[in-house]
């Protein structure tokens, strides 16, 4: 149990290195030998850990060159401990890259949310919205009321596919709402009324069952979301 517990650990920390860029793609990685004397582990750990990131598809055994780091379009990206290090690893791109994929997504979602809905949804979505609001000055409360309002646009979609979907990328979302509202703080206190309307016109044209309208006002909202994630960067916050 210890042996799998240390293992784990190196898996961790040569993920964070690898995905934070300490250890670049074509990098060669040390021995198993002189890996396990770096980190004070046994070979069967550090076997244990390589292993690990070969099935994450960040690493790959070359025959007489060793362990090399793979490129990056070769990562197993919806893995949670892959997305856990990109989060870690604080880098904008990632965050602007989750943007176009929920740009992808979530329109999509709040039109069928309009098409497929039922009053219980209605109800569930209203109370939603009426949690962000009451969330406006607490940073913490806001990341966890917006992530559970969208939550529940994809759960009234009654898209199971798409709504595991975006669940796997739940700890990514949290931190993106995070960096988000520090900009929405910088510049006004608070995470702004803008901001709540933004999520109140879509709630409002699902409700409605205005399919084209509630695709629109998604587009509008994550654009919004670009755009913090944008100045986050101008501010050199990653």
């Not at 904008?92 to 949804?121: G, M, Y």
């Not at 009654?158 to 510049?187: C, G, K, P």
Request: proline letters at 2%; hydrophobic letters at 45%.
């Amino acid at each position: 149990m210890q042996s799998g517990k240390l293992s784990r650990q190196l898996l961790h920390a040569l993920g964070r290195e690898i995905v934070g860029g300490e250890l670049k793609s074509g990098d060669v990685l040390p021995t198993v030998e002189a890996l396990s004397e770096q980190k004070g582990v046994s070979r069967t750990v550090t076997r244990e850990a390589l292993k690990g990131l070969s099935a994450l598809g960040l690493v790959k055994s070359q025959p007489k060159v060793g362990t090399v780091v793979r490129e990056r379009s070769e990562w197993q990206w919806w893995n949670p401990d892959v997305l856990r290090w990109s989060i870690d690893a604080e880098d904008s791109e990632f965050l602007v890259q989750l943007v176009e994929v929920r740009r992808v997504i979530e329109p999509a979602a709040v039109a069928l949310a309009a098409k497929n809905a039922n009053e219980e949804d209605f109800v569930e979505l209203r109370a939603a919205l009426k949690q962000l609001r009451a969330s406006l000055d607490n940073d913490e409360a806001w990341a966890a009321a917006d992530y559970a309002l969208h939550d529940r646009i994809i759960a009234a979609a009654h898209n199971e596919l798409m709504l595991h979907l975006v669940r796997v990328l739940r700890d990514a979302l949290m931190y993106s709402r995070q960096r988000t509202i520090s900009v929405l703080r910088h510049e006004s206190g608070q995470p702004s009324n803008d901001a709540f309307a933004l999520h109140a016109a879509v709630v409002d044209a699902i409700c409605q069952r205005n399919e084209i309208v509630a695709y629109q006002r998604m587009v509008d909202l994550l654009q919004s979301v670009r755009e913090l994630i944008e100045k986050s960067r101008e501010r050199g916050e990653g």
